[in-house]
């Protein structure tokens, strides 16, 4: 078996396998790598020592048995049999289902979250987009501060039960899609600083030096993450992947890291035969990201867009801190903007940003599958000082609404784990760092963020208490009772209706036709034959549609318009009409 690793800087260089010592020579060719032949079979322990330092994980670690600081293990990916083939499903006619697997079910594994792969069925999922999974310190997180790229959290099963997740997936028609961090590692158990030039001091973000993406050394940095990256498609058999924040990637280079790593998927697709996507995290409002690279832009197939989110969120709660500001001023004209625009900031001035912000979509060639559209999302509640869902202040008809509203929208509708059946279970900020600096550290800093802004440090939960992912996990006993059966049974006939009728998923933003009364609190919109319609406020509305239509789903029951065209809409309640 031969064993490698890019150590650019070491003058000597060893592998030590299961407990014995192997010389390293440099390779012939590939400058700074490494190579040592030595019998491996799967599960066998491993790292390297550079020079007289101590013996290190491999940074293309497959597995992690003890942890980010443990010795790494060999896996052999094809020892692995698959059961189920697969063609995958496209991004287009999507409906996706945010996952973290550490609470989706109390055991918190992989294993036990294929036990409710059913139950996402039968709602009419396409695709579940789980949260990251590469190792970090201890055993509950939320992921983002993964360090080995190519591994998965042995406490959530390992990389055999990642692969019994996606095969079970499979078997119900499900695809699935892995959020992937590249702008950061770490901090703790990140030896990569150890081997070479990973990080670089020419750029900052928020989490320190940047990932190495343009100055010296930086092609190998960018062939670790693409690679991994191609790892996760090919090897898990996954579908896609969701890219963390990718306004934070500092590149400067001509050709960048992100049309690299698209160009590399489309033609892995193309070798595999089966339909594969990049899904962006960006804050920039800039078109450009999901441009195809052919006309100018980065090539990514699609992106969160949380303009939509913010004027959803403010149209059903008032909300109006921060950066809900902008939205809260006139949160139905922001929300028909983002229904027919995509992006609320198109060259706007944004007040949290104190300066002009976005780029205006261009409708005519832009399709709407290339931005999802979602009403909860982890950052968006989880950021949350107590972690609190809509469902902890909204009433179920008003949940009912943002679940009309998303899943009737233009975007392809993205849902957060509990959603579905307005989940009363919080999801909190939580974490498990070995490291006691760190640790306090981290609870110091999030009381610090929240006190600023008026909140008591008591009522700002601890996230290194069990008890705040312990909160966090949802209650699979609260489907069955109500409210929240009746939401479920209202979500699964908007998804079925999506799924049903074409119009939902035309990607024509020019073709969606919107009016609203922002002081009524009522809004409707065209979806080619249908009509949605949406009364957020306490009283009963009348609503000229301008025209008859027969009702096909309804949250509160409602008469058929009149012969003058009216409807009369009851109060906090959502209806589907077909024209």
Not at 467 to 476: F, G, I, N, V, Y
Request: proline content about 8%; hydrophobic content about 40%.
């Amino acid at each position: 078996m031969l064993f490698e690793v890019w150590a650019p800087n070491a003058d000597r260089t060893a592998l030590l396998l299961e407990g014995a010592t192997h010389p390293m020579t440099r390779h012939p060719v590939r400058a700074g790598w490494w190579l040592a032949e030595a019998e491996g079979h799967p599960g066998d322990r491993y790292g390297f020592v550079l020079d007289d330092g101590p013996v290190r994980p491999d940074p293309r670690s497959r597995r992690q048995p003890d942890g980010p600081d443990g010795l790494s293990a060999v896996v052999v990916h094809d020892t692995f049999t698959w059961q189920h083939p697969w063609a995958g499903r496209p991004l287009q006619r999507a409906v996706l289902y945010e996952l973290h697997v550490g609470t989706f079910t109390p055991e918190g594994t992989l294993d036990a979250a294929v036990q409710r792969l059913p139950h996402l069925a039968e709602l009419g999922i396409t695709h579940i987009e789980l949260m990251p999974v590469c190792p970090f310190p201890g055993r509950h997180g939320w992921g983002y501060e993964g360090v080995s790229l190519w591994a998965v959290h042995e406490p959530y099963g390992g990389p055999d039960a990642l692969k019994r997740f996606v095969d079970a997936a499979h078997a119900q028609g499900l695809g699935v899609v892995l959020d992937v961090v590249h702008n950061h590692l770490g901090p703790s158990g990140n030896h990569l600083p150890a081997f070479g030039p990973y990080f670089t001091d020419t750029h900052h973000t928020p989490w320190g030096s940047a990932v190495n993406l343009d100055a010296a050394g930086s092609d190998e940095v960018r062939a670790y993450l693409l690679e991994s990256a191609l790892a996760w498609l090919r090897d898990y058999r996954l579908d896609g992947l969701r890219l963390d924040a990718v306004h934070a990637l500092a590149d400067t280079r001509a050709f960048t890291f992100l049309e690299e790593l698209s160009t590399a998927v489309d033609v892995l697709a193309a070798e595999l035969g089966r339909p594969l996507f990049l899904v962006a995290e960006s804050d920039t409002c800039d078109p450009r990201t999901t441009t195809p690279r052919g006309e100018g832009g980065l090539g990514l197939h699609a992106q969160w867009n949380d303009d939509f989110h913010h004027a959803l969120h403010t149209a059903l709660t008032g909300e109006s801190q921060g950066y809900y500001a902008d939205f809260a001023r006139a949160p139905l004209s922001a929300l028909a903007k983002t229904l027919t625009r995509v992006f609320f900031h198109d060259g706007t001035y944004s007040s949290f940003r104190g300066r002009l912000h976005g780029r205006p979509v261009d409708r005519a060639r832009t399709p709407a599958h290339r931005f999802l559209g979602y009403a909860q999302t982890h950052d968006q509640i989880g950021n949350r000082a107590q972690g609190d869902r809509l469902s902890a202040s909204l009433s179920p008809g008003l949940l009912a609404c943002a679940a009309t509203l998303t899943l009737t929208s233009p975007f392809p509708p993205m849902l957060f784990m509990g959603e579905e059946w307005g989940a009363r279970t919080p999801w909190q900020f939580f974490t498990d760092h070995t490291d006691p600096d760190l640790a306090r550290a981290v609870r110091e800093g999030r009381r610090r963020e929240f006190t600023s802004h008026g909140w008591a440090a008591e009522d700002i939960p601890d996230p290194q208490d069990p008890a705040t992912r312990q909160r966090s996990c949802l209650d699979w006993t609260e489907p069955t009772g109500e409210p929240h059966a009746r939401l479920l049974a209202w979500y699964r006939e908007l998804i079925a209706l999506r799924h049903a009728r074409a119009d939902l998923t035309d990607p024509d933003l020019a073709a969606v036709k919107v009016a609203y009364d922002e002081e009524a609190r009522w809004l409707t919109y065209r979806r080619g034959d249908l009509r949605i319609v949406v009364n957020l406020s306490k009283e009963a509305v009348r609503i000229r549609l301008g025209g008859g239509g027969r009702v096909l789903a309804a949250w509160e029951p409602v008469g058929t318009p009149g012969a003058d065209g009216v409807l009369l809409m009851p109060p906090e309640s959502c209806a589907v009409l077909d024209r």
